[in-house]
């Protein structure tokens, strides 16, 4: 039976949920891990650098599987990596293991996020396609809300637990994906936009450039948080639930800003705001800087930081 539209947009925005709260999450191991192992915290951050970058790197070759072998296909083996690198860390601690679990693994499975997206623009209805997009999109923050809350409780149990919990919940991936992402008979699919003719290599487009560029600085800012805040917390002598509940925050408040800057993006020169958004974020983080830190001041942070 075919997946109704509007029931795979709220399936995509649960799946993306999973995926990017789980990846978002790890950054709370490291303080516990490097209190435990004797590899040292630029070992333990530097396995989740790698994982960005394998992100990064391995996200267009499985869309190019994708149309080869199938969206179906090339989902299950992410979810499987990703399952399998968080396991496989928690159960042999070894520096080889959590280069390879966390970093390489873990970022392959990440890979799965834009196949997701992908498989909405083709179920959902072109008229529809925007907000579509938007809601699934949402819940990526809402998986970094429920996992950053949840975590921390995980971790001070055992963080090895915690990690075999986030293992576990990225296997629910799979029975997920059947539904969304199996192929549609032929015909059914909804209609595409008319092809945008090609404007030359990209690599030679100054829009893309500049495009690209700002995609980098966005995940420059998103990695370091999610991954140096819980322990930039601990180091600061406050529990390791503030880091949680900062993060949380700043996962609910990006849904409201993304919809308020989106709206406000169809009025204004969106270069524009980019850059006020930008110079917003570094003024805020170098307040972090200088100004004593406290829980109150850590949670304005994540409310402002969410809301940019």
């Known amino acids: 039976m075919q997946l109704n539209w509007k029931a795979a947009i709220a399936l995509a925005a649960l799946i993306l949920a999973i995926n990017t709260g789980a990846r978002q999450a790890m950054g709370f191991m490291l303080p516990p891990m490097a209190s435990e192992v004797t590899w040292g915290m630029g070992s333990l951050s530097f396995a989740l650098a790698i994982q960005n970058l394998v992100f990064g790197l391995a996200a267009p070759i499985a869309s190019k599987l994708s149309d080869r072998f199938g969206t179906l296909s090339v989902f299950l083996v992410g979810s499987l990596c990703y399952a399998v690198g968080m396991g496989v860390t928690a159960l042999w601690p070894t520096p080889t293991v959590w280069m390879l679990g966390a970093g390489v693994l873990a970022g392959i499975g990440a890979t799965t996020f834009p196949l997701v997206l992908a498989a909405v623009t083709r179920v959902v209805p072109l008229q529809h396609r925007g907000i579509g997009l938007g809601i699934a999109s949402a819940g990526g923050s809402f998986g970094q809300l429920i996992y950053s809350v949840a975590t921390p409780m995980l971790v001070l149990i055992d963080w090895k637990i915690a990690m075999l919990a986030l293992g576990a919940s990225c296997l629910l991936l799979i029975p997920m994906a059947l539904p969304l992402l199996r192929r549609p008979p032929a015909g059914s699919e909804a209609p595409a936009e008319e092809d945008i003719?090609?404007?030359?290599?990209?690599?030679?487009?100054?829009?893309?450039?500049?495009?690209?560029?700002?995609?980098?600085?966005?995940?420059?800012?998103?990695?370091?948080?999610?991954?140096?805040?819980?322990?930039?917390?601990?180091?600061?002598?406050l529990p390791l639930n503030v880091a949680g509940n900062t993060l949380a925050i700043i996962g609910a408040l990006n849904i409201a800003g993304t919809i308020l800057f989106g709206a406000w993006g169809g009025r204004r020169h969106p270069p524009q705001l980019l850059m006020l958004i930008y110079l917003c974020r570094a003024a805020l983080v170098m307040a972090m800087v200088v100004i004593p830190p406290s829980s109150m001041l850590l949670y304005a942070f994540g409310a402002i930081m969410g809301i940019l």
């Open 197 to 237: 003719p090609s404007q030359g290599p990209l690599l030679q487009d100054r829009r893309f450039l500049a495009l690209a560029g700002g995609f980098f600085v966005c995940g420059v800012h998103v990695a370091f948080i999610a991954t140096h805040l819980p322990n930039f917390v601990v180091a600061c002598g």
